[in-house]
C-alpha cells in the first residue's frame, strides 16, 4: 500500500530516524518556461548553505555505521514488471566519519557476496561508499564513466542552468516545534545540455536537504548502454537539528547499444545509515585515512553478518522498478520535454529472443530471422523483421510503426502488418529447448497457425502489464514440411481457413515476497475474441463470434533449509458454436499434463493443477574459472499434476495423434520427480501419466528464461 508524503515525513522526524517518503509524481505544464519566484528564493537560500563551510558551527563530527547491498539482476524478456533473476548479490558493512572542516572518512569493513548465477560481476567503487554531501557541485556517479561533471541543482551557478517550480509544502508539529518541508521541482532551462532533472525536499527553517531526487538528461550519460539511471538520497533528522544521511538508492539499467534484443541488466544499490554519534571525538588514526578506503580482505570475510545473503536481501532491491524508481521516471517525463530522457535515434538489430534469430519446427524446417529498427529521440520507432523457412521455402515478417515511451522498450502504440505463425498451444519448454528436440527427434512442442494481419496494438502506459491488439486477420493451416534427423513429425493442427476481426488481450506480471505475503508469483494470460467468415472444404460460411482465454500463475514460497514449495496454475476455456480446431485449447506435455503426448488433449475447458516440493542435497561442485563454480548441490523436484478436461474434441484429437487413445472428460492425473542442477539453471524430468498415460523424460533450461529463448 503507497506511505503517502506526509505520514512519512513525519515517521522521519518524529522518530529522528526513519527515511522520508517516494516523491509524489507532480505534473508540469506541458509547455512554456517555469516561473515561480518562491522556487527561485528557496533554491538560492539552499545553494548559499551549500556554499557555507561551517553550514553549522555547532555540528563538529559525527560517526555512523551503513549497511547496504549491491545487487546486479537480469531482465529477460518484454515484460517490465516481472521480478528480474537476481545474479548476484554483495552485503556491505561501512563505517562513517566526518569532522570540520567538511573532512570525512569511509572505511569498508564487512562484505559478503553470493553468486547465484555464473557471473563475472564489477562494480565502480564509489557503488561502495555513501554519498555525505548530497552529491558535489559536479555532480560524478560511475566513477566519472556513467556521469561526469554535471552542474548540480543546488551549485552557486545552478540558477544560470536549471528552472525550478515549488509544490505543496508539507507541514507538521512536534512539541515546541513546527517543521515545513518544501518540495521544489527541477528541470534544466536547454535539454540538450548534460543536467539533472528531479525534485529537492527542502527544510524551510535551515534551507537544508531533506530528499533529493534525480535523474538526468541523456547528454549527461556518458555510456551510451544505460536506459535509466536514478539517485535517490534521503536525510534523517538526527537530535532534532541535524538532516544527516539516512537512506541511499541507485539504479542503473543498461542494454546492448547495438541489439534492441529484451534482455537488461540492472545494477541497484541500497545503503541505511543509522547509529550516529555526534560531537564526539574522531580519533587521530581515522582522520588520517583517506576518503574512502577497505580494510583487508580477510578482514572483510571475518565480519559477522546476520543469516545469509539471500534470506536478508531486501525484497525491493530484486524488483526493477521500486516505487521510488518510478515515480523518479515518471516525474521526470512530466517534467521535461521528451528529447531530454528519451534514448539517442540509433538503429538497432532487433529481436523478441533467440527463436527470432534461428528455430526449427516442423512446418517452417530450418527458419533464420533477423529484424532492424530505427529510433528517433521522440519516441518514434520504426522496425522490419523477416525470416525465411528451409523447407517450407516461405518468408514471413512484420513491418510496424510505433511510439515508445523515453523509459524502456516497450511501445505504448504500434502499427503493424505481418505475416506470422501464431503459436495456440500453452508453453511447454524453452525456445532453444524445442528447436533442438525438433531437429535431432521430431519432437515439436508448437501449435502453429498461418497468419496474416494488419491492425494496431496499445498500451495505457510504460509500466501496464496489459497490451490490447485489434487486427484484421487471415488463418490458414500450415503442413509438415521439414524432416527431423531421427522420428517422425505428428500431423499439423487442422485448421480452418478464417478471415475476420480478432481483439487480444496479453498481460504478464508478478511479485517478489514481502513479510506480509510470503509467495513469489509470476502470471500470464491471453483472451481473445473474434469474428470471423469460414471457408470449411470450399464451402464458404460465417462462423459466429469465438473467444478463447489461456493463463497460468506459478508461485513459490521458500521454506527452511532452502527447501520450497511450488504449484503451477494453467487454465483455458474456449466458447462459441461450431468452433474451428484453432479455437480450442490444447494441453499435455511437462508442464500442462506430464507423462501425456504433446496436445493429446483438445476440448473447450481445462484446469491443470500442480504442487511440487523441492528438497536441495548434496551434489558435485562445478568449476567455471573465472566465473566462480557451481554449487555442490542438486535440488530434488517431487510433484503431482492433474489435469481436468471439459468434453473434448473427438475429430481434432485424431487429427493430431491418430494412434492415441480417445479422450473423455475427466480427471488425468500424473506423478513425476524433477532434479535441478548448475545454479538450477538445468531441469531433468521423469514423470508418469496415471490414466491411459506414459513414462516420459525431458530436459529444459529453467522456466525464467524462456522469454529470451
Not at 563530527?61 to 518484454?78: C, D, K, M, P, V
Not at 515439436?444 to 495505457?460: C, E, I, N, P, S
Not at 497490451?467 to 480452418?496: I, K, N, Q
Not at 471457408?535 to 506459478?554: M, N
Request: glycine residues 8%; contains cysteine.
Amino acid at each position: 500500500m503507497r506511505v503517502t508524503l506526509l505520514r512519512r515525513v513525519c515517521a522521519a522526524v518524529l522518530l529522528g530516524c526513519a527515511a522520508l517518503p517516494s516523491a509524489r509524481a507532480q505534473r508540469a505544464p506541458a509547455s512554456g518556461r517555469w516561473k515561480d519566484p518562491a522556487a527561485d528564493s528557496l533554491i538560492l537560500r539552499a545553494a548559499q548553505r551549500r556554499g557555507l563551510q561551517l553550514a553549522d558551527s555547532t555540528l563538529l563530527s559525527y560517526r555512523a555505521e551503513a549497511h547496504g547491498f549491491l545487487a546486479f539482476l537480469a531482465q529477460l524478456g518484454e515484460g517490465v514488471i516481472i521480478p528480474p533473476k537476481v545474479v548476484q548479490t554483495e552485503e556491505l558493512a561501512l563505517s562513517i566519519a566526518w569532522w570540520q572542516p567538511n573532512r570525512s572518512a569511509q572505511q569498508l569493513v564487512g562484505r559478503r557476496d553470493t553468486t547465484l548465477l555464473p557471473a563475472d560481476v564489477g562494480y565502480y567503487r564509489d557503488r561502495y561508499g555513501v554519498i555525505l554531501d548530497n552529491l558535489p557541485d559536479r555532480i560524478r556517479l560511475g566513477d566519472g564513466q556513467d556521469v561526469r561533471d554535471v552542474p548540480h541543482p543546488l551549485a552557486p551557478s545552478a540558477m544560470g542552468l536549471y528552472e525550478y517550480q515549488r509544490a505543496e509544502p508539507v507541514r507538521m508539529r512536534i512539541p515546541g516545534r513546527e517543521i515545513i518541508v518544501d518540495e521544489v521541482r527541477f528541470r534544466p532551462l536547454n535539454g540538450a545540455t548534460p543536467a539533472a532533472i528531479g525534485s529537492v525536499f527542502l527544510d524551510r527553517e535551515s534551507a537544508a536537504v531533506v530528499r533529493l531526487s534525480m535523474t538526468f538528461t541523456r547528454a549527461a550519460i556518458l555510456d551510451k548502454r544505460i536506459e535509466t539511471l536514478v539517485v535517490t538520497l534521503e536525510n534523517g533528522l538526527v537530535r532534532e537539528r541535524y538532516w544527516l544521511p539516512r537512506r541511499q538508492e541507485v539504479e542503473v539499467s543498461r542494454a546492448s547499444p547495438i541489439f534492441d534484443i529484451p534482455v537488461r541488466g540492472i545494477v541497484r544499490g541500497r545503503w541505511e545509515v543509522s547509529n550516529y554519534e555526534v560531537n564526539e571525538r574522531i580519533a587521530a588514526v581515522t582522520q588520517a585515512l583517506p576518503r574512502w578506503s577497505s580494510v583487508s580482505s580477510d578482514s572483510l570475510k571475518r565480519y559477522q553478518f546476520p543469516g545469509r545473503v539471500i534470506d536478508v536481501l531486501p525484497p525491493e532491491i530484486q524488483i526493477a522498478t521500486s516505487e521510488d524508481v518510478a515515480n523518479a521516471r515518471v516525474q521526470a517525463e512530466a517534467a521535461v520535454r521528451a528529447s531530454m530522457l528519451s534514448r539517442p535515434a540509433r538503429t538497432s538489430v532487433t529481436g523478441r529472443g533467440i527463436s527470432d534469430g534461428i528455430r526449427v519446427t516442423r512446418a517452417e524446417g530450418l527458419a533464420l530471422g533477423l529484424g532492424a529498427s530505427r529510433r528517433w529521440g521522440s519516441g518514434w520507432v520504426v522496425s522490419a523483421r523477416g525470416r525465411y523457412g528451409v523447407s517450407d521455402e516461405q518468408v514471413k515478417g512484420q513491418v510496424a510503426l510505433a511510439r515508445a515511451p523515453a523509459f524502456g522498450r516497450v511501445p505504448l502504440f504500434q502499427l503493424f502488418a505481418e505475416r506470422d505463425v501464431r503459436d495456440l498451444a500453452l508453453p511447454e519448454r524453452g525456445g532453444v529447448t524445442n528447436s533442438l528436440a525438433a531437429l535431432g527427434f521430431g519432437s515439436d512442442y508448437t501449435m502453429q497457425l498461418d497468419t496474416r494481419a494488419a491492425g494496431v496494438t496499445m498500451r495505457r502506459g510504460p509500466l501496464d502489464p496489459f497490451a490490447l491488439r485489434v487486427a484484421y486477420e487471415t488463418e490458414a493451416p500450415l503442413t509438415a514440411t521439414a524432416r527431423p534427423l531421427s522420428g517422425a513429425y505428428e500431423p499439423t493442427l487442422p485448421a480452418w481457413r478464417l478471415r475476420g476481426v480478432r481483439a487480444e488481450v496479453r498481460g504478464s506480471g508478478g511479485w517478489v515476497p514481502t513479510a506480509d505475503r510470503p509467495w513469489r508469483g509470476a502470471w500470464t494470460l491471453q483472451g481473445s475474441v473474434g469474428g470471423y467468415a469460414a471457408t470449411l472444404d470450399t464451402t464458404p460460411r460465417v462462423q459466429p463470434v469465438v473467444a478463447r482465454l489461456q493463463a497460468q500463475l506459478l508461485m513459490r514460497r521458500s521454506l527452511a533449509h532452502d527447501r520450497a514449495f511450488v504449484t503451477v496454475t494453467q487454465i483455458g476455456a474456449a466458447g462459441g458454436r461450431d468452433l474451428p480446431p484453432q479455437a480450442m485449447v490444447f494441453a499435455g506435455g511437462p508442464w500442462s499434463a506430464p507423462g501425456y503426448d504433446f496436445a493429446s488433449f483438445a476440448t473447450q475447458a481445462m484446469l491443470a493443477q500442480r504442487l511440487e516440493f523441492q528438497q536441495p542435497l548434496p551434489g558435485p561442485v562445478i568449476p567455471l574459472g573465472r566465473y566462480g563454480k557451481a554449487p555442490g548441490r542438486i535440488t530434488l523436484a517431487p510433484f503431482v499434476q492433474a489435469v481436468a478436461i471439459g468434453t473434448p474434441s473427438s475429430s481434432v484429437q485424431q487429427a493430431l495423434h491418430p494412434s492415441a487413445p480417445r479422450r473423455v472428460s475427466g480427471v488425468y492425473p500424473s506423478v513425476g520427480t524433477g532434479v535441478l542442477f548448475f545454479f538450477d539453471l538445468l531441469r531433468v524430468d521423469v514423470a508418469r501419466g496415471l490414466r491411459d498415460g506414459t513414462w516420459r523424460f525431458g530436459i529444459d533450461i529453467d522456466r525464467a528464461f524462456w522469454s529470451v529463448m
